[in-house]
């Protein structure tokens, strides 16, 4: 396990994955990522790379042939390398191509994940370098899970807490089948004035997903107490908002993709929100987590 830690944030990071395993509020003595119970979802934070969301039969199409795909790509079970110029408040993860890699994704790319304390801020910056000699096709995200309510001894509910988007939202999910497959139908999300209620029953039809927001921040409330927990996207398009039903967590994921429809596979290059990256050129997104 990596460490970086300052006077507000103490953040741990497994190698598996690059995955945050614990934000840990110092002044309040509260941990804020949810710890992986793998009875409900075993996972904490994962990293999202190359794409975003499942695809039809998990097979990635490019270029008019398949590659074996796992939902939200490749990178959750993989061990990355630590880079040497860590630091106390700044951990940086890598993934290079390789042989294993080509075999299911057919770009070389240089996958990085950045870790930077800044104040009470932990920032994560996703960064791809294209190491082809081609246009690379891929998508980014994250998909963080908050502990809510904050502390099991705060004597709050999980229907206590809301979401408070920045501004004024006009909010529609895009709609999900059962195999989590946009169906291509929107349902309305009703707010109450910039809050989205949580309860037990808010995500029966799965995850939330906004493609058009225009708050490019959203924040964890509840008005038992003052603590609070942001989550800025200056640079994500799309957002994710999703919890196993029953669970007692909250997933902000900041998105640049999404996942197949269910009128059949798409070639990588016209996926919804794909990124491309020209040779030689380097990508950079970055959202924050701040208490």
């Not at 990293?47 to 199409?61: A, D, H, Q």
């Not at 999900?176 to 029966?204: I, M, N, Q, W, Y």
């Amino acid at each position: 396990m990596t460490i970086i830690e300052n006077e507000y944030l103490k953040v741990t990071i497994r190698s598996q994955g690059g995955e945050l395993t614990s934000i840990y509020n110092k002044a309040a003595g509260i941990e804020h990522l949810w710890q992986g119970d793998p009875t409900i979802w075993g996972w904490h934070a994962p990293n999202l790379f190359p794409v975003v969301g499942g695809l039809i039969n998990n097979e990635l199409l490019v270029d008019g042939k398949t590659y074996p795909m796992q939902r939200h790509g490749f990178i959750r079970p993989t061990e990355m390398k630590l880079a040497s110029e860590t630091t106390k408040q700044h951990a940086l993860f890598t993934l290079p191509y390789s042989d294993s890699t080509l075999a299911i994704y057919p770009f070389k790319f240089n996958y990085q994940i950045i870790y930077d304390l800044i104040g009470n801020a932990l920032r994560v910056t996703y960064k791809v370098v294209n190491m082809d000699k081609k246009a690379i096709w891929f998508s980014v995200g994250g998909h963080p899970a908050f502990n809510v309510p904050f502390s099991s001894t705060e004597g709050s509910a999980y229907e206590d807490y809301y979401l408070e988007f920045e501004t004024g939202e006009k909010l529609d999910t895009h709609m999900l089948s059962a195999d989590g497959f946009f169906t291509g139908e929107t349902r309305h999300v009703p707010l109450d004035g910039p809050k989205l209620h949580l309860t037990r029953h808010l995500f029966d039809d799965d995850a939330l997903v906004f493609k058009k927001l225009n708050s490019r921040q959203v924040t964890i409330k509840s008005d038992k107490h003052e603590h609070t927990l942001s989550v800025e996207f200056p640079h994500f398009n799309y957002l994710g908002i999703w919890a196993k039903p029953g669970a007692d967590f909250v997933c902000i994921e900041p998105w640049l993709g999404c996942a197949d429809s269910v009128d059949g596979p798409t070639d990588i290059t016209k996926k919804d929100g794909i990124q491309k990256l020209e040779q030689g050129h380097v990508f950079e997104a970055a959202f924050y987590v701040s208490i």
